[in-house]
Antibody, heavy 122, light 107 residues
Framework: QVQLVESGGGVVQPGRSLRLSCAAS????????IYWVRQAPGKGLEWVAV????????YYADSVKGRFTISRDNSKNTLYLQMNRLRTEDTALYYC???????????????WGQGTLVTVSS | DIQMTQSPSSLSASVGDRVTITCRAS??????LNWYQQKPGKAPKLLIY???SLQSGVPSRFSGSGSGTDFTLTISGLQPEDFATYCC?????????FGQGTRLEIK
């Protein structure tokens, strides 16, 4: 079955960096666009970034543009999120999630991981 | 960005009840509207996509309707496992945006 397993979260000071990973299994990872979506404590879901199936296209929310970088290694079935210059408002549970469509970024997510918690605090 | 507004923000109901949750978009999104269920400590689960299409494996007591700016999620015959938070999301334009969620509680 489809599985997405995030890792790399933790407590970090403002201004520092963190790299999240998402290991995928149970489907042909290289054929699907993949998202990072976050949820701050007690808040709603917020889209962070998306990467095309082949890694050629990347899009970011304005709130993270220039600080976060999404990437993927299709040979390792793994998605990454490099987060630099972290802010307290980046504190959230970060989910990795798969687009419902093959090769096309539809904006609809059919599978989500369990999330990894990032806490930015001094 | 397109704003998504859900109502109510919370709702109490009993097993067997029929409940309706509403989602309104700040501009027309045709039928590019999805509904997710989220339980505490669990990943969100896709219930309905394209406003009214039931995701595979989702019970038929869940249904969605609407187009343009106004959408509804209906659960007919609430089951104990349905008590959760429900969230709408538009996939019409980037960035994809979510509603704030509706918490469905047991009365």
């Amino acid at each position: 079955q489809v599985q997405l397993v995030e890792s790399g979260g933790g407590v970090v000071q403002p201004g520092r960096s963190l790299r999240l990973s998402c290991a995928a299994s149970g489907f042909t990872f290289s054929r699907y666009p993949i998202y990072w979506v976050r949820q701050a404590p007690g808040k709603g879901l917020e889209w962070v970034a998306v990467i095309s199936y082949d890694g050629s296209k990347k899009y970011y929310a304005d709130s993270v543009k220039g600080r976060f970088t999404i990437s993927r290694d299709n040979s390792k079935n793994t998605l990454y999120l490099q987060m630099n210059r972290l802010r307290t408002e980046d504190t959230a549970l970060y989910y990795c999630a798969r687009d419902i469509k093959l090769a096309y970024t539809s904006g609809t997510i059919d599978y989500w991981g369990q999330g990894t918690l990032v806490t930015v605090s001094s | 960005d397109i704003q998504m507004t859900q109502s109510p923000s919370s709702l109490s109901a009993s097993v067997g009840d029929r409940v309706t949750i509403t989602c309104r978009a700040s501009q027309s999104i045709s039928n590019y509207l999805n509904w997710y269920q989220q339980k505490p400590g669990k990943a969100p689960k896709l219930l309905i996509y394209s406003a009214s299409s039931l995701q595979s494996g989702v019970p038929s007591r869940f249904s969605g309707s609407g187009s343009g700016t106004d959408f509804t999620l209906t659960i007919s015959g609430l089951q104990p496992e349905d008590f959760a938070t429900y969230c709408c999301q538009q996939s019409y334009s980037s960035p994809p945006t979510f509603g704030q969620g509706t918490r469905l509680e047991i009365k």
